[in-house]
């Protein structure tokens, strides 16, 4: 299983930014994906989820202003991040089913 993720950059406080976890060598519909994201200094932590039948579930910090999707067809896993905050400064990493991640890609927000 090889995990990419993209998307990730600098913006303004009140901006928005889709990242993309292409994944392949695994089938999309056998494992729980989610979004994970470490701020320096800090631990990592869980932002979002979702798992194979769609159910979704999200961080407090983040609900109402990020959504977790995924193209089965295309192995893509997706986060819209909406209304992004300073906080929301981190590398952010996909994971499939907590065993596989990827490399991450940096968010910044000021």
């Known amino acids: 299983v090889q995990l990419v993720e993209s998307g990730g950059g600098s913006v303004q406080v009140g901006g928005s930014l889709r990242l993309s976890c292409v994944a392949s060598g695994y089938t999309a519909s056998r494992y729980c994906m989610g979004w994970f994201r470490q701020a320096p200094g800090k631990e990592r932590e869980g932002v979002a989820a979702?798992?194979?039948?769609?159910?979704?579930d999200y961080a407090e910090s983040v609900k109402g202003r990020f959504t977790i999707s995924q193209d089965k067809g295309k192995n893509i896993l997706y986060l819209e991040m909406n209304d992004l905050k300073p906080e929301d400064t981190a590398m952010y990493y996909c994971a499939a089913d907590l065993a596989y991640w990827g490399r991450g890609t940096q968010v910044t927000v000021s």
């Open positions: 979702i798992d194979s039948v769609g159910n979704t």
